[in-house]
């Protein structure tokens, strides 16, 4: 039996011990800045916690009964999913289309590319200020557009609905350029020669979009939905400086626009309440990590379940899968298996 000398001992130490080494970095991060607020705010949610008194008494789960009994936490969750579904679906959709528009054959695309990230550059305060400008109930260009063509004016910061509308379009306008250019890498990924067996069996364009390209972007199609929803019910900057002059930013004067993390900002600061604070995170924190969940099972199963069957359902992508199963299972000479 030989013995390994001090060197090979080290050696064999370094292999095993380096990659744990080389990622303890990012844990040890994710511990300080991720890990432990989470613990501690869950922690600060189960006292009766002020800004100027601070820690008072232990009160178990009763500021999570506390919240949930309060009707302006309701009423924060709805708002949040309203915004949150008129920002993400047309903001998908749009990231879609202006990603297949600049994966075509098209003039000047690096600087198509390059435009449609800059409102993603502007900052989140300088998009309020001026949206809420153009969406202004008496002086807006959006109502005095809608007066020239005879039509009444609408009360972008009164009317629920139509609060909801102009904070998800500062959404979309800044996030939509991003996004698209995640979807445009991923299309580019896909193999051109699938486009070109589809052509030449007659499939059109918007064939081969459907056919091919969205079942191959389908993973990255996961990542921006969830990484959307996620932003989504966390949003802040928009509706909190939509209307900064009522109600101290609140959320409008009846809570009409006030959504999850906007409340949980007024029970923090204004209300000075803590531990009821701390509790709206956590319910927060929950929900999202629900919803995210439901989200990525829902789509992973689309992508592997139907995607698959559809991909294999038309002619050009069994012609590939025959070719490639051939390639794989006949014997014979590296020429013969490049002509196939």
Same mark, same amino acid.
């Given at each position: ?128 200020? $001026? #949206? ?7 002086? *807006? !260009? ?6 020239? @063509?005879?039509? =009444? &004016? ?67 199609? $996961? #990542? ?7 932003? *989504? !019910? ?6 909190? @400086?939509?209307? =900064? &002059? ?95």
């Amino acid at each position: 039996m030989s013995t390994l000398t001090p060197r090979q001992r080290l050696s064999r130490l370094d292999v095993k011990a380096s990659p744990y080494l080389y990622i303890a970095p990012f844990f040890i991060l994710f511990a300080l800045v991720g890990l432990f607020p989470l613990i501690y705010t869950f922690v600060v949610s189960l006292f009766d916690w002020h800004l100027l008194k601070g820690q008072g008494d232990f009160v178990g789960l009763g500021n999570f009964v506390e919240v949930l009994e309060d009707r302006f936490f309701w009423n924060s969750l709805f708002n949040t999913f309203s915004i949150f579904l008129l920002s993400a679906i047309p903001q998908l959709l749009a990231a879609l289309l202006i990603a297949a528009v600049l994966d075509a054959n098209i003039r000047g695309k690096t600087f198509w590319r390059m435009a449609v990230l800059l409102p993603y550059v502007v900052t989140p305060v300088a998009v309020s200020i $001026i #949206f809420s400008n153009l969406f202004g109930d008496d002086y *807006g !260009l959006f109502n005095n557009l809608l007066q020239g @063509l005879g039509l =009444p &004016a609408v009360a972008w910061h009164q009317d629920t609905f139509a609060s909801h509308f102009a904070i998800a379009t500062m959404v979309n306008w800044r996030w939509t350029g991003y996004n698209a250019l995640i979807l445009l890498a991923a299309m580019q990924a896909v193999p051109r020669e699938l486009h070109e067996s589809a052509a030449i069996d007659g499939a059109g364009a918007v064939r081969r979009f459907v056919s091919i390209t969205i079942p191959s972007i389908r993973p990255t199609m $996961i #990542f921006v939905i969830i990484t959307a929803t996620i932003g *989504g !019910l966390q949003i802040f900057a928009e509706p909190k @400086l939509f209307d =900064p &002059a009522t109600a101290g930013g609140t959320g409008g004067s009846h809570k009409q626009f006030q959504t999850t993390v906007l409340y949980l900002w007024e029970m923090a600061f204004f209300r000075q309440n803590f531990g009821e604070a701390a509790a709206i995170a956590w319910l927060l924190f929950l929900i999202i990590i629900g919803i995210g969940l439901i989200n990525f099972m829902l789509t992973r199963r689309i992508a592997t379940g139907d995607g698959t069957k559809a991909r294999r359902s038309m002619p050009w992508s069994r012609r590939r899968h025959e070719q490639v199963e051939q390639t794989v299972t006949t014997p014979g000479t590296i020429a013969e298996d490049v002509k196939l």
